[in-house]
């Protein structure tokens, strides 16, 4: 088979017809670009909604007792032996962070709300939201502060501010109510009401003493790389054997279940672009047969064999595609750029994005993974496009071509 | 014998044009030895371009048996088929039908391409035979640079670049003047007689009969003359 032939005929030939093949490549480029810049976008919503679910105090592996999650309260506690350090062989941890959570009431002197109310080593928190929170006043300085911190949107509703006081009552270990007075350390901002209406933060010994009991009821876990979730939540669950360790799929059903979603969208999105441009490649692909047909006719007339003349036809729709391919990709690599710079500013529409777990800017993330898939499967498209007018050419009786 | 390069024997050929079954061929037995010169000439519709295409293997007899070159066209299928016109024939067309993207060295080059003859050798080949026709100058650009004449020229530059046993012509001169259909046919005579190219042209002009040393006349499809151009 003369590729180098076959090759340098395609080549030529994508100069033939300059106005319509330009056209054609143009319609390819805007296409894969949209392609490179709705993914990057998809991409963007979906890691963001992950690393929400994942800093909401989930981290990407929680230890419980067991029965916590549908009755969250102290009595679903643990305890952890001290100084207690992970230990997960071959998994590099981002941190981890051990942590009271228990419902409870809080009241300023106007009015009342119900929290979660949420003891913290603060030098533990980066794992979570609170690391990169606007802070009004001050964080706490240590786990044994009596103070607290509340979200920005709670101090407004309670209609108090920060050096306030505010009264706290949740249920101790006993099963009886614990009532204590706290001042507000400071006040967050977080990305997104729901978190600053119910999350109320106290140091975790400060909050072990009003319930009187030296215990926690999660631990979590973030890791470094994804690909160590599930070695570490092994892990845990081997050492822990009496405690339930779940992911943060298993935490948050919903963004994992929206996350799996995302991976379909960019598909049937890449699909409806591409099936779209597909006929357009193939009617091109067909009216240049149709062009040549005494062409093609010559070259079967002289000895061009039927299977060269198909090899022809896909490497002529191949390097269209190629062409097309690298220069969409490189168009809507650069609008990524451009958009990454700011990202996109959806506070516009702050309460549909809360409710979708995602932040109020979005930011587009471009994966290597998916401009390789998205430029291989559509130079395979290329190829399904040329089948069809490669085979309307081998028809081509060279006879009937060359009395034309 | 040896040196009978084609033998059609009793082959018939009939076409339906426009469900109207039209006789091209009707049992003609035919044979081209090795080294002649021969125009097929007759009317339109007398049958010899079909007998020319049945020869160079784009168009099956409905009977009867073709051989070229020692091997029967019958038994044949596409491939095959195209191997053969590959390596055995060389084709000019009445329309030069050069591929435009390429220049006229790469024009001619590109049959030996099919052939896998290595670049050097190509190179070397094709500089020959641009040389031989007087085109040598003109290597290097398009077909739609160059004059009717010239694109001729090119086009039996690629057809006898391959050195084929058989050089099939099909009405060459149709689209040239009569001065250049005259260059031309002195360089298909140089072919023939120097270098022995056996050549069976289609033609209905009096120029191209006149050059040609046998003259085969066609009618209704059955061959009416078979004769020695004395003259040529």
Same mark, same amino acid.
């Given at each position: 088979?003369?590729?180098?032939?076959?090759?340098?005929?395609? =080549?030529?030939?994508?100069?033939?017809?300059?106005?319509?093949?330009?056209?054609?490549?143009?319609?390819?480029?805007?296409?894969?670009?949209?392609?490179?810049?709705?993914?990057?976008?998809?991409?963007?919503?979906?890691?963001?909604?992950?690393?929400?679910?994942?800093?909401?105090?989930?981290?990407?592996?929680?230890?419980?007792?067991?029965?916590?999650?549908?009755?969250?309260?102290?009595?679903?506690?643990?305890?952890?032996?001290?100084?207690?350090?992970?230990?997960?062989?071959?998994?590099?941890?981002?941190? =981890?962070?051990?942590?009271?959570?228990?419902?409870?009431?809080?009241?300023?002197?106007?009015?009342?709300?119900?929290?979660?109310?949420?003891?913290?080593?603060?030098?533990?928190?980066?794992?979570?939201?609170?690391?990169?929170?606007?802070?009004?006043?001050?964080?706490?300085?240590?786990?044994?502060?009596?103070?607290?911190?509340?979200?920005?949107?709670?101090?407004?509703?309670?209609?108090?501010? +920060?050096?306030?006081?505010?009264?706290?009552?949740?249920?101790?270990?006993?099963?009886?109510?614990?009532?204590?007075?706290?001042?507000?350390?400071?006040?967050?901002?977080?990305?997104?009401?729901?978190?600053?209406? $119910?999350?109320?933060?106290?140091?975790?010994?400060?909050?072990?003493?009003?319930?009187?009991?030296?215990?926690?009821?999660?631990?979590?876990?973030?890791?470094?790389?994804?690909?160590?979730?599930?070695?570490?939540?092994?892990?845990?669950?081997?050492?822990?054997?009496?405690?339930?360790?779940?992911? =943060?799929?298993?935490?948050?059903?919903?963004?994992?279940?929206?996350?799996?979603?995302?991976?379909?969208?960019?598909?049937?999105?890449?699909?409806?672009?591409?099936?779209?441009?597909?006929?357009?490649? /193939?009617?091109?692909?067909?009216?240049?047969?149709?062009?040549?047909?005494?062409?093609?006719?010559?070259?079967?007339?002289?000895? /061009?064999?039927?299977?060269?003349?198909?090899?022809?036809?896909?490497?002529?729709?191949?390097?269209?595609?190629?062409?097309?391919?690298?220069?969409?990709?490189?168009?809507?690599?650069?609008?990524?750029?451009?958009?990454?710079?700011?990202?996109?500013?959806?506070?516009?529409?702050?309460?549909?994005?809360?409710?979708?777990? /995602?932040?109020?800017? $979005?930011?587009?993330?471009?994966?290597?993974?998916?401009?390789?898939?998205?430029?291989?499967?559509?130079?395979?498209?290329?190829?399904?496009?040329?089948?069809?007018?490669?085979?309307?050419?081998?028809?081509?009786?060279?006879?009937?071509?060359?009395?034309? | 014998?040896?040196?009978?390069?084609?033998?059609?024997?009793?082959?018939?050929?009939?076409?339906?044009?426009?469900?109207?079954?039209?006789?091209?061929?009707?049992? +003609?037995?035919?044979? +081209?030895?090795?080294?002649?010169?021969?125009?097929?000439?007759?009317?339109?519709?007398?049958?010899?371009?079909?007998?020319?295409?049945?020869?160079?293997?784009?168009?099956?007899?409905?009977?009867?048996?073709?051989?070229?070159?020692?091997?029967?066209?019958?038994?044949?299928?596409?491939?095959?088929?195209?191997?053969?016109?590959?390596?055995?024939?060389?084709?000019?067309?009445?329309?030069?039908?050069?591929?435009?993207?390429?220049?006229?060295?790469?024009?001619?080059?590109?049959?030996?391409?099919?052939?896998?003859?290595?670049?050097?050798?190509?190179?070397?080949?094709?500089?020959?035979?641009?040389?031989? $026709?007087?085109?040598?100058?003109?290597?290097?650009?398009?077909?739609?640079?160059?004059?009717?004449?010239?694109?001729?020229?090119?086009?039996?530059?690629?057809?006898?670049?391959?050195?084929?046993?058989?050089?099939?012509?099909?009405?060459?001169?149709?689209?040239?003047?009569?001065?250049?259909?005259?260059?031309?046919?002195?360089?298909?005579?140089?072919?023939?007689?120097?270098?022995?190219?056996?050549?069976?042209?289609?033609?209905?002009?009096?120029?191209?009969?006149?050059?040609?040393?046998?003259?085969?006349?066609?009618?209704?499809?059955?061959?009416?003359?078979?004769?020695?151009?004395?003259?040529?």
């Amino acid at each position: 088979m003369p590729f180098k032939l076959l090759l340098q005929l395609g =080549w030529r030939n994508l100069f033939r017809h300059k106005r319509r093949n330009f056209m054609l490549l143009l319609a390819i480029c805007v296409a894969v670009a949209g392609v490179v810049v709705m993914n990057s976008l998809i991409r963007g919503f979906q890691f963001d909604m992950q690393e929400a679910a994942v800093a909401n105090l989930t981290g990407h592996v929680k230890m419980l007792a067991p029965g916590y999650l549908d009755d969250p309260n102290i009595e679903k506690s643990f305890t952890l032996v001290k100084d207690w350090q992970p230990h997960l062989p071959g998994v590099e941890l981002e941190g =981890w962070a051990p942590r009271i959570r228990i419902p409870a009431v809080i009241m300023s002197e106007r009015e009342t709300r119900g929290i979660q109310l949420v003891g913290i080593d603060p030098a533990r928190e980066n794992i979570s939201f609170l690391d990169k929170v606007e802070l009004a006043g001050d964080m706490l300085s240590d786990a044994d502060d009596r103070r607290v911190v509340i979200g920005k949107e709670l101090a407004r509703q309670l209609e108090t501010e +920060v050096g306030r006081r505010l009264v706290i009552i949740t249920q101790g270990i006993d099963g009886r109510n614990r009532e204590a007075g706290f001042r507000i350390a400071g006040t967050f901002d977080a990305d997104g009401k729901g978190l600053e209406k $119910l999350f109320v933060f106290t140091g975790v010994t400060a909050l072990q003493n009003l319930v009187d009991a030296e215990v926690i009821t999660e631990v979590s876990i973030k890791v470094v790389s994804q690909l160590d979730e599930s070695l570490a939540q092994q892990g845990l669950a081997d050492s822990f054997l009496d405690l339930d360790v779940l992911s =943060w799929q298993q935490l948050e059903p919903q963004a994992a279940a929206m996350f799996v979603f995302a991976d379909s969208a960019i598909f049937i999105w890449f699909l409806v672009m591409m099936g779209a441009l597909i006929f357009g490649l /193939m009617n091109t692909l067909i009216t240049a047969v149709m062009e040549r047909i005494k062409e093609f006719g010559m070259l079967r007339a002289v000895g /061009m064999r039927p299977r060269a003349v198909v090899v022809q036809v896909v490497v002529e729709s191949t390097l269209i595609m190629l062409v097309g391919v690298v220069s969409g990709t490189l168009i809507g690599w650069l609008l990524v750029l451009w958009l990454s710079d700011g990202g996109i500013d959806l506070s516009a529409y702050a309460q549909g994005v809360e409710l979708a777990g /995602m932040r109020s800017v $979005l930011m587009p993330r471009l994966l290597v993974e998916d401009l390789l898939l998205v430029s291989s499967l559509s130079l395979v498209f290329g190829i399904l496009a040329a089948l069809y007018p490669a085979r309307r050419a081998v028809k081509i009786n060279p006879l009937e071509a060359l009395r034309r | 014998m040896s040196d009978v390069v084609v033998r059609c024997s009793g082959i018939s050929r009939t076409y339906q044009e426009e469900s109207v079954p039209v006789q091209a061929l009707q049992d +003609v037995d035919f044979e +081209v030895c090795k080294g002649e010169f021969i125009s097929l000439a007759g009317p339109s519709g007398s049958g010899k371009s079909t007998l020319l295409n049945i020869i160079g293997g784009l168009d099956r007899p409905d009977k009867g048996d073709v051989e070229v070159a020692g091997v029967k066209l019958n038994d044949l299928n596409e491939s095959e088929l195209s191997d053969l016109r590959l390596q055995k024939m060389g084709f000019v067309f009445q329309a030069y039908n050069l591929i435009p993207v390429l220049s006229a060295r790469e024009n001619v080059e590109f049959i030996m391409q099919l052939q896998g003859v290595s670049p050097a050798e190509r190179a070397s080949r094709a500089t020959a035979v641009l040389e031989q $026709l007087g085109v040598e100058g003109m290597a290097d650009r398009r077909p739609g640079e160059l004059s009717g004449g010239q694109q001729q020229r090119v086009a039996v530059a690629r057809a006898i670049v391959t050195r084929p046993v058989l050089l099939l012509a099909d009405e060459p001169s149709a689209n040239l003047d009569s001065a250049t259909t005259r260059e031309l046919l002195e360089m298909l005579r140089t072919l023939n007689e120097t270098h022995g190219v056996t050549i069976v042209a289609a033609t209905h002009d009096p120029i191209v009969m006149s050059y040609a040393r046998r003259q085969v006349n066609l009618r209704d499809g059955r061959i009416v003359e078979d004769k020695q151009n004395e003259a040529a």
